[in-house]
């Protein structure tokens, strides 16, 4: 007997594109310059996709309509009584549930024409050849990083060296954050600065991860959403011989495949236990139980005490301030 799937599990293994292809949407070439734009040949509604190429990470939204939008769930919820059957019977989710496990029964040969389609379309559309950004220096102004609690003794240890720059645009010094592929070859880069926050066009994000230099023993992998929330653990309560990691604010079944093959790379041995470190919501625990999934029983859950281990330091760092006073 099959086990029951979760929304992520879904969403990671059936695109939006593919599902609105099998219900009659068709591409409108004329209107998707940078996003592909699909076409429903009966009302004429109109969906446009965001990051075309990642099913776990996919999303769209209706130009004329802006509470249609969302996920691949979200997709399904707000076409339920129209386009998808809605029995009264059943509870929303369940309705969604019956829509996602009837396609995916759907016969072979039919699917494979729909996911023909879908990536032929994703051709038209493929990500621009991710580039380096310009203006990356050393880390010389960590200002920003220091407004999140982050202390100069934390970004000085050997674990962080050459993994954090500075990244000059305008007038700005934006902290950079590159991200890795299983080859360890850089392909994504995050920039952060005071209420900015920017992936780098073209950055493989869907299997990409930032990490730390992996200590010579390895005891400790730390699984993290951001890089900042890494930072913020490290100080908190960071133990030596760990290898720190960041998702990008979301964990891919491809992100994972591309810390394993790093790990292994790395020639670390199998007596060192993962950490998940993420954010203390619905959504994290949906990457812990991915955890789980991926690295059994070698995996610690450590629940941040706010919503993330960034607020939890600076809690602790308003604290140490009022004991101070």
């Known amino acids: ?106 016969d072979i040969p039919e699917k494979s024409a729909y996911r023909s389609n879908f990536e032929k379309l994703i051709e038209n559309y493929s990500s621009k050849e991710f580039k380096l950004p310009e203006g990356i220096t050393e880390l010389k102004n960590p200002e920003y990083l220091y407004s999140r609690g982050v202390e100069s003794q934390t970004l000085n240890n050997t674990a962080f060296k050459g993994k954090i720059f500075n990244v000059r645009i305008g007038e700005y010094d934006n902290i950079g954050f590159p991200y890795y592929d299983a080859e360890d070859k850089i392909v994504g880069y995050e920039i952060r600065n005071k209420q900015y926050k920017h992936m780098v066009e073209g950055s493989k994000r869907s299997s990409c991860v930032w990490h730390s230099n992996i200590p010579n023993k390895l005891d400790f992998v730390l699984l993290t959403e951001s890089p900042i929330d890494a930072l913020s653990y490290h100080q908190l309560k960071g133990k030596k011989n760990t290898l720190y990691v960041a998702f990008a604010g979301a964990v891919g079944d491809d992100q994972i495949t591309t810390l394993k093959s790093i790990i292994k790379g790395a020639n670390s041995g199998s007596d060192f236990k993962f950490i998940s470190a993420v954010d203390n919501d619905k959504a994290g625990r949906r990457y812990t139980e991915k955890f789980k999934t991926a690295f059994s029983e070698n995996l610690i859950v450590d629940t941040p005490l706010l919503n993330d281990f960034n607020e939890d330091l600076k809690r602790s760092e308003r604290r140490i301030l009022s004991l101070k006073i």
């Open 1 to 106: 007997m099959n086990s029951l799937k979760t929304f992520q599990d879904f969403r990671s293994q059936i695109s939006i594109i593919e599902l609105a292809i099998s219900i009659g949407y068709k591409l409108n070439k004329r209107d998707g310059l940078k996003w592909p734009v699909l076409k429903d040949g009966i009302s004429g509604e109109k969906i446009i996709i965001v990051n075309p190429r990642s099913s776990s990470n996919q999303g769209y939204f209706n130009p004329n309509d802006p509470k249609d939008k969302g996920t691949l769930i979200n997709f399904i919820k707000n076409r339920l009584g129209s386009i998808f059957p809605y029995e009264s019977s059943k509870s929303e989710m369940s309705n969604i549930n019956s829509v996602l496990y009837n396609y995916q029964n759907l």
